[in-house]
């Protein structure tokens, strides 16, 4: 069992509809919860990050955390063509040598249609 | 602008050709990382460093080597690429002690 699951999609939603994209884990040792968003031929760029359970709002975004169930969202809301791109769960633990290893879910591909 | 340049952004090459893929960073970031991107596996890490002359194997190293003889370079070295090491790969770094990666553009490689 991986311990970061995401469905792969691919998801295809009209403009301004909401998404709402997940990510499950099994690692307790999670401390930080992060989106990363990728487009076509790019590198991944950060998106949101959280620490702790419950919502983080940025513009049309929001990152919920559930530790209690191990479960992390990412709502967009009036989405946009411009949204479209595949999006990342990461997940972070600290090393025995005080770094940060971030484990990532393998991404769902969103295409929002005009 | 502060970023991550990797360098050659495309390379085709064959089996067995020894090849450097470079990586470098202008934020004065004490951590980098190596990962390869494959579907279905998401990203994945090969190597990283804590800072210069400090590095360590990710969760899949085979094949790799790395160093890190100046802060702001981060080299990957595929002493003798195969095949299955035909992947996107990326280069990140960050602060240390900071969550937040940042990546690179990628660089795409094909092993005959």
New interface residues.
């Given amino acids: 069992q991986k311990e970061v699951e995401q469905d792969p999609g691919p998801l295809s939603v009209p403009e301004g509809a909401i998404v709402s994209l997940n990510c499950t884990y099994s690692n307790s040792a999670f401390q930080y919860f992060m989106w990363y968003r990728q487009y076509s031929r790019k590198g991944p760029e950060l998106l949101m990050y959280t620490y702790s359970s419950g919502n983080k709002e940025d513009g049309r975004f929001t990152a919920q955390v559930d530790k209690s169930s191990k479960y992390i969202s990412l709502f967009i809301r009036d989405s946009q063509p411009s949204d479209s791109a595949t999006y990342l769960c990461a997940m972070s633990t600290q090393t025995t040598g005080g770094g940060n290893k971030l484990t990532f879910g393998t991404g769902t591909q969103l295409k929002v249609e005009l | 602008e502060a970023q991550?340049t990797q360098n050659p952004r495309y390379l085709i090459t064959v089996t067995g050709k020894k090849l450097t893929v470079t990586c470098s960073q202008n934020m004065n970031h004490e951590?980098m990382s190596w990962y390869r991107q494959d579907p279905?596996?998401?990203?994945?890490?090969i190597y990283?460093s804590?800072n210069v002359e400090?590095t360590?194997k990710?969760d899949v190293p085979e094949g790799y080597k790395v160093s890190r003889k100046e802060k702001r370079n981060f080299p990957l070295i595929l002493e003798s690429p195969s095949p299955n090491q035909t992947s996107l790969y990326?280069c990140?770094s960050?602060l240390?002690?900071?969550?937040?990666?940042?990546?690179?553009?990628?660089t795409r490689l094909l092993v005959l």
């Fill in positions: 991550v951590y279905g596996l998401g990203l994945r890490q990283y804590m400090v360590d990710g990326f990140a960050s240390w002690g900071k969550e937040t990666q940042y990546f690179g553009p990628g």
